[in-house]
Antibody, heavy 125, light 107 residues
């Protein structure tokens, strides 16, 4: 079964750090870009960033709202993606989803086709 | 950043109804448009990619159309399991951006 299982999260004080993990199974993890998307309570979906597969350089992109504070990495040998969150702020409070980014080469399009279960991050003093 | 605007923000419908949700991009995005369904407390699911291609396993009552700046998601005959929130998302440029969502509720 293709799945993403997330761990980490919880309650953290403003200014502190937290790392989320996302363990993949059922597919060739190294062949895919991995993305993080978050959803504040009662709000819509917000892209946080992604890391490309090694074939596409293994580089990262981040949303302006988290640039310089959040970083994404991957360990292809263990099929794990990470989201390191530093200098956390109150408005980082959200459910964070790990998501597989699939490239549809025929169309030149990409989409988020496999989602983890989500993990809640609450930033509060 | 490309802004995605969905309408309506919510709608009430009955089982068997035909439902249409629209999504407008602030600039042309060709067919780089995806649709997702999210149920309360769950992660979103991909329904449609590249504006009109049905994701594997998604019922054929779902369809997508459009290109450029205007797109539509249609549910031909609403089923009980379709009451949910729907999001469009553009993959034309970084950052990928989502619409604000359309909640489909029971009438």
């Amino acid at each position: 079964e293709v799945q993403l299982v997330q761990s980490g999260g919880g309650l953290v004080q403003p200014g502190r750090s937290l790392r989320l993990s996302c363990t993949a199974s059922g597919f060739a993890f190294g062949d895919y870009d991995m993305t993080w998307v978050r959803q504040a309570p009662g709000k819509g979906l917000e892209w946080v960033g992604f890391i490309r597969s090694k074939v596409y350089g293994g580089t990262t992109e981040n949303a302006a709202s988290v640039k310089g504070r959040f970083s994404i990495s991957r360990d292809d040998s263990q099929s794990i993606a990470y989201l390191q969150m530093n200098s956390l702020q109150i408005d980082d409070t959200a459910v964070y989803y790990c998501v597989r980014r699939r490239r549809f080469l025929r169309y030149g399009n990409d989409a988020f086709d496999i989602w983890g279960q989500g993990t809640m991050v609450t930033v509060s003093s | 950043d490309i802004q995605m605007t969905q309408s309506p923000s919510s709608l009430s419908a009955s089982v068997g109804d035909r439902v249409t949700i629209t999504c407008r991009a602030s600039q042309t995005i060709s067919s780089y448009l995806n649709w997702y369904q999210q149920k309360p407390g769950k992660a979103p699911d991909l329904l449609i990619y590249a504006a009109s291609s049905l994701q594997t396993g998604v019922p054929s009552r779902f369809s997508g159309s459009g290109s450029g700046t205007d797109f539509t998601l249609t549910i031909s005959s609403l089923q009980p399991e379709d009451f949910a929130t729907y999001y469009c998302q553009q993959s034309y440029s970084i950052p990928p951006t989502f619409g604000q969502g359309t909640k489909v509720e029971v009438k």
